[in-house]
């Protein structure tokens, strides 16, 4: 007897005498819908629930290794921070104060001097450039004489116990086989407490 007449033969009211094939196949489809219902009105908020918790336990890991190299990190960190300081207090000290920078100024005309080179032009900005921690004054400077001499000069000013650089640097032909040096030499030196405390508030006084 095939299925379909099985089901024509069943007595929808009685499911206890149907078929078994009958029975299970009614069981089957039952399950199913119990199963589709289930997923529909009760499964599917939990499954995002779910879904959404373990996207918030990966962000947590995520920062909790951050937080956790950044820990093993901070000794080191610190120390780098400890050296930075001490080499910006070192290169602070190569900086020369308001009453030093006279002195500065007469050491590099005295570097020129003891290297036999003859200044045409030695003349200090007439203003500084003031900069966040210090102040920056160019010079510029013309002195003659030979190559040797002009190189000697060069490096005796890099040399100096105070910061001081060369910059467009321009070296032409002079009268007698003496070469003629130009450039603008840049000192530098620290700014006091009123000065920062003035460059302070000009910078906040900027901010909106």
């Known amino acids: 007897m095939s299925i379909l007449e099985d089901l024509q033969r069943i007595n929808p009211n009685d499911p ?3 078929p078994t094939k009958i029975k299970v196949g009614a069981l089957i489809i039952l ?9 529909f009105f009760i499964w599917e908020d939990q499954w995002i629930e779910l879904e959404t918790a373990v996207a918030e336990e990966e962000t947590l890991r ?11 990190n901070l000794v080191v960190m610190q120390q780098q921070l400890i050296e930075i300081e001490k080499s910006l ?18 050491d590099i005309n005295r570097a020129g001097l003891g290297r036999g080179l003859q200044f045409e032009l030695f003349k200090p900005a007439a203003s ?12 510029t400077v013309r002195v003659t004489g030979n190559y ?6 060069a490096s005796d000013v890099s040399q100096l116990s105070r910061i001081v650089t060369l910059h467009d640097i321009e070296i032409l032909p002079g009268k007698d086989q003496q070469l ?29």
Do not use: C
């Open 31 to 39: 399950l199913s819908l119990l199963i589709f219902a289930g997923y």
């Open 62 to 72: 995520q920062n909790f290794l951050t937080k956790k190299r950044s820990a093993v």
């Open 180 to 208: 003629v040096l130009s450039a603008t030499a840049k000192t530098f030196r620290y700014l006091d407490d009123e000065e920062l405390a003035n460059q302070s508030k000009a910078q906040g006084g900027g901010k909106k």
């Open 148 to 153: 040797h001499d002009i190189g000697a000069f």
């Open 89 to 106: 207090g070192a290169m602070l000290k190569q900086l020369p104060n308001k009453s030093e920078l006279d002195a500065l100024l007469v």
């Open 16 to 18: 206890g005498n149907w």
């Open 128 to 139: 500084e450039l003031i900069k966040e921690f210090y102040a920056e004054l160019p010079v």
